[in-house]
């Protein structure tokens, strides 16, 4: 069983910046799993945002690369927090965003489909204004 909880999420003008952390307990102690962030607006399909594995390989979207900044925390292999530091927000950045894991480790590929990912979180929303 896979538990994920995000938070932090929040309302924010345009230009300024929010912190998403999702705290997540992993099935297997020792498999190295990926962790990702991915966004849903409004109308819209879900999108992948970054994505991070335990062994420190990440990748972030071109959308959001010198903005945003993606890290994993936690010397428990098994239980992990994952943070999405989010800044100069823009009001495209409105969203639910969601985590998500799954085992292996991460590839960008990871962020151009959902189909990867078995496990997710509830989601947290984001909306920036003008």
């Known amino acids: 069983q896979v538990t994920l909880v995000e938070t932090g999420g929040g309302s924010v003008q345009a230009g300024g910046s929010l912190n998403l952390s999702c705290e997540a307990s992993?099935?297997?102690?020792?498999?190295?799993?990926?962790m990702a962030w991915f966004r849903q607006a409004p109308g819209k399909s879900r999108e992948g945002v970054a994505s991070i594995d335990i062994d420190g390989g990440s990748n972030l979207a071109d959308s959001v690369k010198g903005r945003f900044t993606i890290s994993l925390h936690g010397a428990d292999r098994a239980g992990k927090t994952m943070r999405l530091s989010m800044t100069a927000l823009k009001p495209e950045d409105t969203a639910m965003y969601y985590c998500?894991?799954?085992?292996?480790?991460?590839?960008?590929?990871?962020?151009?489909?959902?189909?990867?990912?078995?496990?997710w979180g509830q989601g947290t929303l984001v909306t920036v204004s003008p």
């Open positions: 992993l099935r297997y102690a020792y498999t190295v799993y990926c």
């Open positions: 998500a894991a799954r085992t292996g480790v991460c590839g960008y590929s990871d962020l151009l489909s959902t189909t990867r990912f078995r496990d």
